[in-house]
């Protein structure tokens, strides 16, 4: 029996790796320290295959009771891990809770649906769970109950459009203010309070909302912009009241303030014009009816217009068929042919064989080479995978890997679905001139490389 317990043992251990190469999940709280009600929390969950994905990762929208839940899409990023000796190609993505009361929240588990690349040349479709996650909400603390949202920094910014102190009766005045805030949702940030005196109307739009934007220090967050239009109705001078807002820092765990200053309007009275009543237009005469002529006429031009287009149909077929073989030949080397072709060299093991087939995706996608594109598409995950990958293919030598191969595709194919979903009117096609004298880092291509 002792024997036997050794054999099942070492059978275990041998077959670890086999069970082990599937997808799985983890879940982790990103936010640290003591959490409060209203404030943003961090949940990153990460998705890991082994060789590389062939689709992504999709999410699901989750639901959690007395809290706001959302999932940014700028928040995605590409991972590599190593488990007992196989590497796997990752995911990750980021929920936002926001705890609308004090208590305990869960992060329920939930299904992914995902395909890799299991078998080579092969595309798997599986179905993961995801681990649930819980953190404990506590109450603000007391005298900050009257903030209006929590976030880790907060300002307001105002531009007008016009001078406040030389204005007329009747003219308007178009104020624009930014409430800016790190640390929450755009949805969170409340509305403004506009007021305004006797002699002064108000107009107001509605409201643009923002996430993952620049703030005047150029660090990311969400904001909230209302514009207001004001019409002077009288003459005189009249103050504005100050534009306050109170919230939470959830840093420093404390109230703060972010306030805009009183403005001062100031009008004059209109000068008299004078006014005058325009003159009636003598009425244009009706033209006489010629119906039945312009029918007549329209019905031989149609006729005419038949006879000329079956002539030229029978002139330009032969060319036309030449033009179907010639869009024929172009679809077979268009960008998703070519895509395609590259996801299978990246799959086949063979280095040289996928850098040919990334340069002939690149050129279809207008650019002379790799690094050109990559450089285009403002994408630092992609450029650091396709550097990664050049140093494997083409720097000193090292034991054989398939990390950089993985990296890239898993890059390239994040980049290509934000690419085709959002970004494709946006994304510039540059077709720069090679460098007189490009420099050397601390590694080389090879001086001839016809083969790749």
């Known amino acids: 029996m002792r024997y036997f317990g050794w054999l099942v043992a070492l059978a275990l251990l ?20 003591k959490i409060v009600v209203g404030q943003q929390v961090s949940i990153d969950v990460d998705v890991y295959v082994p060789n590389f994905f062939t689709s992504p990762p999709q999410f699901p929208l ?82 900050a109950e009257a903030s209006a949202f929590s976030a880790t920094r907060a300002e307001l910014n105002e531009t007008l459009d016009g001078d406040p102190a030389n204005l007329k009766v009747g003219d308007t005045l178009v104020r624009t203010v930014t409430l800016f805030a790190t640390g929450t949702r755009a949805m969170m940030l409340p509305q403004l309070s506009f007021d305004v005196p006797d002699g002064v109307k108000l107009y107001r739009q509605a409201p643009t909302l923002a996430d993952n934007v620049d703030g005047s220090g150029r660090e990311r967050g969400s904001s909230r912009t209302e514009r207001v239009t004001y019409v002077m109705d009288r003459e005189g001078t009249f103050t504005l009241p100050a534009l306050t807002v109170t919230w939470f820092d959830t840093e420093n765990m404390q109230a703060q303030r972010a306030e805009l200053k009183p403005l001062v309007l100031a009008a004059k009275a209109k000068p008299a014009t004078a006014i005058a009543i325009a003159p009636d237009l003598p009425q244009a005469k009706e033209a006489p009816d010629r119906l039945s002529i312009r029918s007549m006429l329209g019905i031989g031009i149609t006729i005419l217009a038949v006879l000329v287009l079956a002539f030229l149909l029978h002139r330009l077929w032969p060319r036309m068929e030449r033009w179907v073989d010639a869009r024929k030949q172009a679809r077979a080397q268009s960008e998703p042919t070519r895509y395609r072709e590259l996801l299978a060299a990246l799959n086949s093991g063979d ?58 595709a898993s890059a390239m194919l994040a980049w290509r679905v934000k690419y085709r979903r959002r970004d494709r009117r946006s994304f510039t096609v540059t077709r720069a001139l090679p460098p007189l004298n490009p420099p050397l880092g601390n590694w080389q291509r090879p001086a001839r490389n016809n083969s790749v």
């Open 14 to 33: 041998f077959a670890s790796p086999v069970y082990a190469a599937e997808p799985f999940a983890e879940t982790s709280l990103a936010t640290q320290g």
């Open 351 to 408: 280095a040289k064989r996928a850098y040919s087939a990334l340069n002939l995706w690149t050129k279809a996608m207008g650019f002379r080479s790799a690094t050109d594109w990559a450089e285009a598409s403002n994408d630092r995950s992609m450029q650091d995978a396709l550097a990664g990958f050049e140093r494997d293919l083409f720097g000193p030598p090292h034991p054989p890997t398939q990390g950089s191969a993985r990296i890239l």
């Open 62 to 143: 989750l639901d959690v009771p007395n809290a706001i839940v959302t999932l940014p899409d700028e928040r995605a990023q590409n991972l590599v891990k190593s488990v007992n000796g196989e590497e796997y190609s990752g995911i990750r993505r980021t929920y936002f809770i926001i705890p609308q009361i004090a208590g305990e929240f869960t992060l329920p588990t939930a299904s992914v649906p995902l395909a890799y690349a299991k078998v080579p040349g092969q595309s798997t479709p599986a179905t993961i769970n995801l681990p649930a996650v819980t953190f404990v909400a506590a109450d603000l603390p007391p005298g």
